[in-house]
């Protein structure tokens, strides 16, 4: 298994990420099966094991803010672009960074291209529940205009990341919406819902509403991105605010980003984790722990498996 991982991707690269490197091969009872592939600028003297490691030297570093179709171009040696060449070329099987989101996807959709059958890619946003369990929004910002049939994609990506990475068993299905009946919302969720009930692949549960995002209503939630990140952004604000506050609860804590690391860019062909930009050790950790699963449970071969025509 071999895992590319850009070191210089993040607001404290490559610091964090080493950092992160050292915590999992602490927590690992082994990693003879695992080859890290680091792309960038590193210390001479690394604290990490050299059997498992591969240093693949760039000279280029893609900034947060950049253009990201015109810095993939012009910055052919930088770690994204290097790791993507990588990824593209079968050298590794999995590739993660926590550098400029947009330049890693301009990368996914140009270098290892959506899954045939694909109409658009999408990224998630996990979603703590009060019962101690995770929810998947999806998408959470990338597709802020889409199709019914973009939606019942969604649907059927996220229910295959939902069993195999975060352990469901059919996963409950629900399209957000502003009313629990059929027929209710605006006319992409009307055409969606006959859809997501047809499809015998998905598990769908009907509508759901804004205020069952953090309840056991739904496993994966589905709807276009405008609306996801509107959801994303404003739990991302309960957790600021909560602990502007000092409160501490068990529930708020689990809104904190690095315990789960990245998020997957679901419907290309390769395994690509996209971490935040603020991603310290842990969110590294755990970004190479997804990537690690997603490559196990051949997340890919079950998404292109579902796309086959029913014999």
């Known amino acids: ?94 590739f993660i960074s926590a550098g400029n989101t947009g330049a890693m996807m301009v990368g996914s959709l140009f270098s290892i291209k959506a899954i045939e059958g694909i109409l658009r890619p999408t990224i998630g946003a996990y979603m703590p529940r009060e019962n101690g369990k995770l929810g998947w929004l999806l998408d959470a910002g990338i597709n802020s205009d889409c199709k019914p049939e973009n939606l019942e994609q969604f649907a059927l990506l996220g229910s295959i990341f939902a069993e195999e990475v975060l352990g469901y068993d059919r996963p409950k299905v629900g399209l957000i919406n502003i009313g629990e009946e059929e027929g209710k919302g605006n006319l992409l969720a009307q055409a969606a819902y006959p859809l997501l009930r047809q499809n015998k692949q998905l598990n769908f549960i009907g509508n759901i509403e804004g205020r069952d995002v953090f309840l056991d209503e739904a496993d994966v939630m589905v709807c276009e991105g405008f609306t996801g990140n509107v959801i994303l952004k404003l739990a991302e604000s309960i957790h600021g605010l909560v602990q ?67 014999a």
Do not use: C
């Open 244 to 310: 502007r506050r000092n409160v501490h609860d068990e529930f708020f804590d689990r809104f904190e980003f690095e315990q789960y690391g990245g998020v997957p860019v679901l419907g290309v062909n390769k395994p690509v984790i996209i971490g935040h930009g603020i991603s310290h050790a842990k969110a590294f950790l755990n970004m190479i722990r997804i990537a690690e699963k997603m490559i196990e449970k051949d997340v890919i071969g079950k998404i292109k498996q579902s796309l086959q025509p029913s």
């Open 1 to 94: 298994m071999n895992i590319g991982l850009d070191i210089m991707g993040g607001d404290f690269a490559p610091l964090e990420a080493i950092k992160g490197l050292e915590l999992y091969f602490n927590l690992q009872r082994t990693t003879n099966n695992v080859q890290l592939h680091l792309f960038g600028s590193l210390p001479e003297h690394l604290p990490l094991p050299t059997d498992n490691i591969t240093i693949v030297p760039t000279t280029q570093v893609i900034g947060m803010e950049e253009h990201p179709t015109k810095a993939l171009k012009e910055k052919p040696d930088s770690s994204i672009a290097v790791g993507f060449a990588h990824l593209a070329q079968g050298k590794i099987d999995a």
